[in-house]
Nanobody
Framework: QVQLVASGGGLVQPGGSLRLSCVASGSIFSTYAMGWYRQAPGKQRELVAAITSGGSTNYADSVKGRFTISRDNIKNTVYLQMNSLKPEDTAVYYC???????????WGQGTQVTVSS
């Protein structure tokens, strides 16, 4: 079993920055991708950014050029650097771990990001 703990959310003004962190612990058996998802009130959860064990990244169109995902494999940690934040970025952000040799997902508890208007 894997546990994920996310942190770093908060309240910022438009144009501000935040860095989210998510630490994975427990029994990690093989290579894995990690990602960040977000869900705003009344909206479906969406993938924000993901990174594979080899470092390949993928971003939602809405955050390209503003957000950067990275990982530290020794620490089993994924980061999301969010710059030039907009009110529409307001959501609960969830981290995710998915085995690349399988399809089982693990989820963090979520951290609230609020960008004022």
């Amino acid at each position: 079993q894997v546990q994920l703990v996310a942190s770093g959310g908060g309240l910022v003004q438009p144009g501000g920055s935040l860095r989210l962190s998510c630490v994975a612990s427990g029994s990690i058996f093989s290579t894995y991708a990690m990602g960040w998802y977000r869900q705003a009130p009344g909206k479906q959860r969406e993938l924000v950014a993901a990174i594979t064990s080899g470092g390949s990244t993928n971003y939602a169109d809405s955050v390209k050029g503003r957000f950067t995902i990275s990982r530290d494999n020794i620490k089993n940690t994924v980061y999301l650097q969010m710059n030039s934040l907009k009110p529409e970025d307001t959501a609960v952000y969830y981290c995710n771990l998915k085995y690349e040799l399988g399809s089982y997902d693990y989820w963090g508890q979520g951290t609230q990001v609020t960008v004022s208007s």
